[in-house]
């Protein structure tokens, strides 16, 4: 069902992933093509705005805080799922791997780099405080929107 606060949490959180995946990037060695990567980011933001925050809103102010850490813990592990679900895919068509089992064993070990790489106090912080934003914002927007 379409309604404001849903959209305010999806728009808030997409350039949350936006903004995060801009800080992550100079966290990688030079020369690394990152294709699409802020805009996967973007999309997922707006995706677990939508259902994550979006769907819980209208339970107060101090709610909407635990709202928007839970919706930070989500973007952060779908956005290194699906991250390092394409890093081993990429890895896999370029034959790296003997079998599906090795490249899904790989793929774990993929998003724990990754996760210690993007683990600074600007990407983490951006999240954790633009997702708390995200979910009050759309708790406000309750009270003047349906």
């Known amino acids: 069902m379409l309604t404001a606060p849903r959209l305010v949490a999806a728009v808030i959180l997409a350039i949350v992933g936006y903004l995060a995946s801009d800080l992550i990037k100079p966290l990688f060695p030079e020369g690394k093509d990152f294709g699409y990567f802020s805009v996967i980011n973007a999309v997922l933001g707006a995706l ?15 709610p909407a805080i635990g709202h928007g850490l839970t919706g930070a813990a989500a973007l952060l592990f779908w956005g290194l799922f699906v991250q390092s679900g394409n890093e081993m895919l ?37 999240v954790i405080f633009g997702a708390i934003i995200a979910a009050v914002l759309a708790e406000i927007s309750v009270r003047y929107w349906r």
Request: proline share 4%; hydrophobic share 45%; net charge positive.
């Open 48 to 62: 677990i705005g939508w259902t994550v925050i979006g769907k819980r809103v209208g339970r107060g102010l101090s």
């Open 90 to 126: 990429r890895l896999a068509l370029r034959r790296r791997y003997d079998g599906p089992f090795e490249a899904l064993t790989d793929m774990f070990r993929i998003g724990i780099e990754f996760a210690v790489t993007l683990a600074t106090v600007p990407v983490l912080g951006t």
